[in-house]
């Protein structure tokens, strides 16, 4: 199972990557590149953080269409299969997904939009979620 979430943000992919370990107290991104996109992912208790920059603005709505447009960051949270509660639908958005993006919207002072669940080869669910930041 993989939960698709975007923000747009002008932070560069290191900067965005250390804020965002911050605000959910993980260990150290790894950082990579290929063609269109950079990108830099960690691994803690069985779930991957995985945050995508293209270096064109569309790209990942091309990628895509489910993302909002004009977002320029997606992130990927990918359960491991060995993990209990993977697969767990509930589990998954009350306890991985509204509370990272409740975290992110609010660290990051934007919308974050969940816009996809991958559940496995042709098997996509499009959501239409946002979490934005509280107001003080």
């Known amino acids: 199972m993989v939960e698709h979430l975007a923000i747009r943000s002008h932070h560069t992919l290191h900067s965005f990557c250390e804020r965002f370990r911050q605000l959910l107290n993980l260990p150290e991104f790894q950082f990579g590149f290929e063609n269109e996109t950079e990108w ?5 208790e ?9 270096y064109d603005v569309g790209t990942l709505q091309k990628w895509d ?7 320029n960051f997606g992130i990927s949270l990918i359960v ?5 509660q993977s697969g767990e ?3 998954t958005l009350n306890h991985l997904v509204a509370p990272i993006g ?3 919207a609010n ?16 098997e996509n669910v499009t959501k239409n979620i946002s979490f ?5």
């Open 80 to 84: 491991d299969r060995q993990r209990p």
């Open 132 to 136: 934005h930041p509280d107001s003080a």
């Open 46 to 54: 069985g779930i991957e953080y995985n945050v995508a920059r293209p």
């Open 89 to 91: 639908r509930d589990w």
């Open 102 to 104: 409740q975290t992110l």
């Open 107 to 122: 660290g990051f002072a934007a919308p974050v939009y969940y816009h996809r669940t991958w559940n496995g080869p042709g």
């Open 40 to 44: 830099g992912l960690v691994e803690l």
């Open 65 to 71: 269409n489910t993302v909002p447009v004009g977002c």
